[in-house]
């Protein structure tokens, strides 16, 4: 028999004025012989707990550049990371969006997708944390070919699916009825879509997003494409947002965390916390590093 080493965990526990440093602890608890465990934080005495402060903002990106650390040394397989304040961060001088920028940035990855799941549904966005005004005028045909081409090689190597199997939102109600409710499907999506279909791989849409996603729900597609941030984050947590997870495609590494804030209005009021969300990434970070060795 050969031996698997243990799946090396690094955690960091995010805004230290959140509910990170308490789902940590939970979840550590609770999943102990899963993996190693390494978390990544401090006790720093002048943290407020609730508040939203630049100290804060300067310890959750100190956390996530010791996470960086830790992956490049090859001392964890894989990095998950409690939630940050973007307020709290951008007070203290640091302009991301998210973890997901922060990441793309520091590792110089080009074509990273924000995947969204629980139990399930899966979704990856094709744009994110932008403005909805924005929305249509950001999606152009690379970035569409580019999400989508990460998203079915992922599923592919992290996911063990060997033909997945995706359907594409219209970002207009009913995909804009062939035209007449505007004209992003038409002119963006729907060639793009007949381009990729061309090797032969199983792309169904535009459609509109509310059959997609209840299609999706009844396990006929692996992942929704999703114009926008609400249209994926809507539907989730209506059916499943204790099992929520965030995976951060085309990185490097493995990278999950939990589908929730800060939570700092509930952060002195600790029998109204859970854990499973975060507990549901360590166990998606531990899958997807052991899907890579067997690759």
């Given at each position: 028999m050969i031996k698997i080493d243990k799946v090396r965990v690094g955690i960091t526990i995010g805004d230290p004025a959140g509910i990170g440093p308490i789902i940590t602890q939970l979840a550590v608890k609770k999943l102990k012989g899963l993996a190693e465990f390494i978390v990544i934080g401090n006790k720093p005495d002048n943290v407020s707990p609730g508040r939203i402060k630049p100290l804060h903002g300067r310890l959750s990106i100190g956390y996530l550049d010791q996470g960086l650390r830790l992956i490049k040394s090859k001392r964890i397989d894989c990095l998950v990371t409690c939630p940050i304040s973007k307020e709290a961060i951008n007070l203290?001088?640091?302009?991301?969006?998210?973890?997901?920028?922060?990441?793309?940035?520091?590792?110089?990855?080009?074509?990273t997708v924000m995947m969204l799941l629980n139990e399930r549904i899966r979704f990856s966005l094709i744009t994110r944390h932008i403005p909805l005004k924005n929305v249509s005028k950001s999606l152009n045909k690379e970035i569409i070919c580019n999400n989508i081409l990460t998203t079915y090689k992922s599923l592919q190597k992290l996911f063990n699916?060997?033909?997945?199997?995706?359907?594409?939102?219209?970002?207009?109600p009913h995909a804009s009825d062939n035209g007449l409710i505007g004209e992003e499907e038409n002119k963006i999506i729907k060639p793009i879509l007949i381009r990729l279909r061309k090797a032969n791989r199983k792309i169904d849409?535009?459609?509109?997003?509310?059959i997609a996603i209840l299609r999706a729900s009844n396990k006929e597609y692996d992942c929704v494409m999703a114009m926008y941030h609400d249209q994926a984050l809507i539907p989730l947590?209506?059916?499943?947002?204790?099992?929520?997870?965030?995976?951060?495609?085309?990185?490097?590494?493995i990278r999950t965390s939990p589908l929730h804030g800060t939570a700092f209005d509930i952060v002195?009021?600790?029998?109204?916390?859970?854990?499973?969300?975060?507990i549901a990434a360590i166990k998606l970070a531990v899958k997807c590093v052991l899907s890579q060795r067997k690759a």
């Open positions: 203290a001088g640091y302009k991301y969006s998210g973890h997901t920028e922060y990441f793309a940035e520091k590792t110089k990855s080009r074509n699916i060997s033909k997945p199997r995706l359907v594409v939102c219209g970002i207009n849409g535009p459609i509109s997003a509310d947590k209506l059916i499943g947002k204790d099992s929520g997870v965030n995976i951060t495609l085309g990185l490097p590494f002195n009021r600790r029998k109204l916390i859970n854990p499973d969300s975060l």
